[in-house]
């Protein structure tokens, strides 16, 4: 158990590491929530105002993390057929799905900046005053969404072992999610058969978590019911990874670029 | 005592589509019926030119690929139903510019690996200074590998595949694109490795790596073992003919053809110097062709014809063909 928790400590940390240092994905990363929030400022300074533009800062800053993760787990896997370490990694005597989560979990990391850029912009672009009522839970809640969005990463990135352009997959997923998630618009204004989507996606939870830890409600539901579909997310994509594998391994397309 | 690496009749099928309306779909034979196998402490050269089949044979040994047909052990145990046991005891290099981690300094990807591979966390620090020193990369370990040559990589390639120790080391063509000194050095370290009684299966196209490495060669054309045996028994399968070497200048493939068919060649080989061509012509012993050769080549220019004994890179080049 320690053996593991400490190679996903490490594999995460390395692969931030690795994420960090490219200055374009950096100069992209920064721009991108500015216009993700700047958008949904516009659009709610347009309507009610107020509290709901509270509202959409964490929306907005959630449909950051997401995107970070969605656009980016497919190109990743790629990016290591690429570097010939993917093949590297499978012949390691370590189950895949130990290698791949901290990737994606380091991707959904990333997507913190987010957060942080999206409030900050808020504050100075549009005079928003964030309330922090819950610190604790609302730190709580933030780690958590960062973990399950990781780990639904993870469970995309499983078929991108698989299947070569599946990377399409992750980028036709980033705007239904930010949609069905409730990060803008909320859930009671979709069609009611819409909900039972919107209900198995941790980052509607998560969303709705960091809301009310700093407006003043209780999370603690939302982040358990958050951090159990994550948990869930990881044990189906390890189920499906060694079936996935054995498949790539048979149609010899680990090495494909 | 079992052997280290046995395999046995493998077969590796590739399916292919072509077309792009009509698709269809092609099925490519790279290794066709390949058996083998390498005793403990033994270097074993797998040699064979490119497309042969050798990667493909190495990768369905470290369990990369299932095998099509046919089976394969590594210390006894099956590589595609114990492929996780295999891992943990073999260690894996290939050559070029690929498979490491250019934004993270040398030390980071031993780091990583040495996680992957279980190495006990406590001798991380001892076992990655003890790599980079044999390696001779100490004192760069901090150094991003997107600055590192040719040569450099390879080396931490090296101590990368054999950070946790492993019994047996699967080097695939680790020499490939480095320079004549750094090739030198590569193969200074594989022999150190045998040394300490390391099993070996090293793939190459380079006659005298294997020539001066392997304990014994399997040569490989066409996804088939056309030949095995130490380097000195290949070369005493050609040991008896001799070798005539002619410079020509632009002759067509109908003459080399021309030239296979008469009585007593055993095997031509072509070698392109500059704007020269070289014939190397292999004969059976007791015939004198020089004369027969010249007339076959008659109306082309010819430079300097030389005879020589035969070398191990002969026999290579007769086994090749006559697969």
């Given at each position: 158990?320690?053996?593991?928790?400490?190679?996903?400590?490490?594999?995460?940390?390395?692969?931030?590491?690795?994420?960090?240092?490219?200055?374009?994905?950096?100069?992209?990363?920064?721009?991108?929530?500015?216009?993700?929030?700047?958008?949904?400022?516009?659009?709610?300074?347009?309507?009610?105002?107020?509290?709901?533009?509270?509202?959409?800062?964490?929306?907005?800053?959630?449909?950051?993390?997401?995107?970070?993760?969605?656009?980016?787990?497919?190109?990743?896997?790629?990016?290591?057929?690429?570097?010939?370490?993917?093949?590297?990694?499978?012949?390691?005597?370590?189950?895949?799905?130990?290698?791949?989560?901290?990737?994606?979990?380091?991707?959904?990391?990333?997507?913190?900046?987010?957060?942080?850029?999206?409030?900050?912009?808020?504050?100075?672009?549009?005079?928003?005053?964030?309330?922090?009522?819950?610190?604790?839970?609302?730190?709580?809640?933030?780690?958590?969404?960062?973990?399950?969005?990781?780990?639904?990463?993870?469970?995309?990135?499983?078929?991108?072992?698989?299947?070569?352009?599946?990377?399409?997959?992750?980028?036709?997923?980033?705007?239904?999610?930010?949609?069905?998630?409730?990060?803008?618009?909320?859930?009671?204004?979709?069609?009611?058969?819409?909900?039972?989507?919107?209900?198995?996606?941790?980052?509607?939870?998560?969303?709705?978590?960091?809301?009310?830890?700093?407006?003043?409600?209780?999370?603690?539901?939302?982040?358990?019911?958050?951090?159990?579909?994550?948990?869930?997310?990881?044990?189906?994509?390890?189920?499906?990874?060694?079936?996935?594998?054995?498949?790539?391994?048979?149609?010899?397309?680990?090495?494909?670029? | 005592?079992?052997?280290?690496?046995?395999?046995?009749?493998?077969?590796?099928?590739?399916?292919?589509?072509?077309?792009?309306?009509?698709?269809?779909?092609?099925?490519?034979?790279?290794?066709?019926?390949?058996?083998?196998?390498?005793?403990?402490?033994?270097?074993y050269g797998?040699l064979g030119?490119?497309?042969?089949?050798?990667?493909?044979?190495?990768?369905?040994?470290?369990?990369?690929?299932?095998?099509?047909?046919?089976?394969?052990?590594?210390?006894?145990?099956?590589?595609?139903?114990?492929?996780?046991?295999?891992?943990?005891?073999?260690?894996?290099?290939?050559?070029?510019?690929?498979?490491?981690?250019?934004?993270?300094?040398?030390?980071?990807?031993?780091?990583?690996?040495?996680?992957?591979?279980?190495?006990?966390?406590?001798?991380?620090?001892?076992?990655?200074?003890?790599?980079?020193?044999?390696?001779?990369?100490?004192?760069?370990?901090?150094?991003?590998?997107?600055?590192?040559?040719?040569?450099?990589?390879?080396?931490?390639?090296?101590?990368?595949?054999?950070?946790?120790?492993?019994?047996?080391?699967?080097?695939?063509?680790?020499?490939?694109?480095?320079?004549?000194?750094?090739?030198?050095?590569?193969?200074?370290?594989?022999?150190?490795?045998?040394?300490?009684?390391?099993?070996?299966?090293?793939?190459t196209?380079y006659m005298f790596e294997a020539d001066a490495l392997c304990d014994r060669i399997g040569v490989?054309?066409?996804?088939?073992?056309v030949g095995e045996g130490t380097p000195r028994e290949l070369k005493a399968q050609v040991a008896d003919g001799s070798v005539?070497e002619?410079?020509?200048?632009?002759?067509?493939?109908?003459?080399?053809?021309?030239?296979?068919?008469?009585?007593?060649?055993r095997a031509?080989g072509?070698?392109?110097?500059?704007?020269?061509?070289?014939?190397v012509?292999q004969t059976a012993p007791?015939?004198?062709?020089?004369?027969?050769?010249?007339?076959?080549?008659?109306?082309?220019?010819?430079?300097?014809?030389?005879s020589r004994e035969p070398t191990l890179e002969d026999a290579y080049v007769a086994l090749v063909e006559s697969?």
């Open positions: 158990m320690r053996r593991t928790l400490r190679l996903l400590a490490i594999g995460w940390m390395l692969h931030l590491k690795m994420m960090s240092r490219s200055a374009f994905d950096g100069f992209l990363g920064v721009l991108w929530p500015l216009f993700f929030a700047t958008v949904a400022f516009f659009m709610f300074q347009a309507g009610a105002g107020g509290e709901t533009l509270v509202y959409a800062s964490f929306g907005a800053a959630v449909m950051g993390i997401w995107s970070a993760t969605s656009t980016t787990a497919g190109s990743a896997m790629q990016r290591e057929r690429w570097h010939g370490t993917l093949e590297l990694l499978v012949a390691s005597p370590t189950h895949f799905a130990l290698v791949l989560l901290p990737v994606t979990v380091a991707m959904s990391t990333i997507g913190l900046y987010s957060l942080v850029a999206t409030l900050v912009w808020g504050r100075v672009a549009f005079g928003i005053d964030v309330p922090l009522e819950h610190p604790l839970s609302f730190a709580l809640a933030l780690v958590v969404t960062v973990l399950s969005i990781g780990s639904l990463g993870f469970l995309l990135a499983v078929s991108f072992v698989r299947y070569r352009t599946a990377w399409a997959l992750g980028n036709m997923l980033e705007y239904p999610v930010w949609l069905i998630g409730g990060f803008l618009v909320p859930l009671t204004l979709l069609p009611f058969w819409v909900r039972p989507f919107s209900w198995i996606l941790a980052p509607t939870w998560g969303v709705d978590a960091i809301r009310q830890a700093a407006l003043g409600g209780s999370p603690l539901p939302e982040i358990g019911l958050c951090l159990a579909l994550g948990a869930a997310y990881v044990a189906a994509g390890a189920l499906v990874l060694d079936r996935a594998l054995r498949a790539a391994r048979r149609d010899a397309s680990l090495a494909l670029a | 005592m079992p052997p280290v690496v046995e395999a046995r009749n493998l077969r590796r099928t590739y399916r292919t589509t072509t077309g792009t309306l009509r698709r269809r779909s092609l099925e490519v034979e790279a290794v066709r019926g390949v058996s083998f196998s390498i005793e403990a402490g033994e270097l797998l030119p490119n497309g042969a089949g050798k990667t493909t044979t190495i990768k369905m040994l470290i369990t990369l690929l299932i095998p099509t047909e046919g089976t394969a052990h590594v210390l006894g145990r099956d590589v595609v139903e114990d492929a996780r046991w295999v891992r943990e005891r073999i260690g894996y290099v290939f050559g070029g510019d690929r498979g490491l981690y250019e934004r993270l300094s040398a030390y980071d990807n031993l780091r990583y690996f040495a996680e992957l591979y279980k190495v006990d966390p406590a001798q991380h620090k001892r076992r990655i200074a003890e790599l980079l020193d044999m390696v001779g990369l100490a004192g760069r370990e901090q150094e991003r590998v997107e600055g590192y040559s040719r040569g450099m990589r390879q080396r931490l390639h090296i101590a990368r595949g054999l950070l946790h120790d492993p019994q047996v080391v699967f080097l695939d063509e680790p020499t490939i694109g480095v320079d004549p000194v750094g090739a030198r050095e590569l193969r200074a370290m594989i022999s150190s490795l045998s040394d300490a009684g390391k099993t070996i299966l090293l793939t196209h490989i054309a066409n996804g088939e073992i005539v002619i410079e020509v200048y632009g002759v067509p493939d109908e003459t080399i053809a021309r030239l296979r068919g008469i009585a007593g060649v031509v072509v070698e392109e110097r500059e704007q020269a061509q070289v014939l012509v007791g015939v004198e062709l020089t004369h027969s050769l010249l007339a076959q080549l008659d109306g082309a220019r010819v430079g300097r014809v030389s697969a």
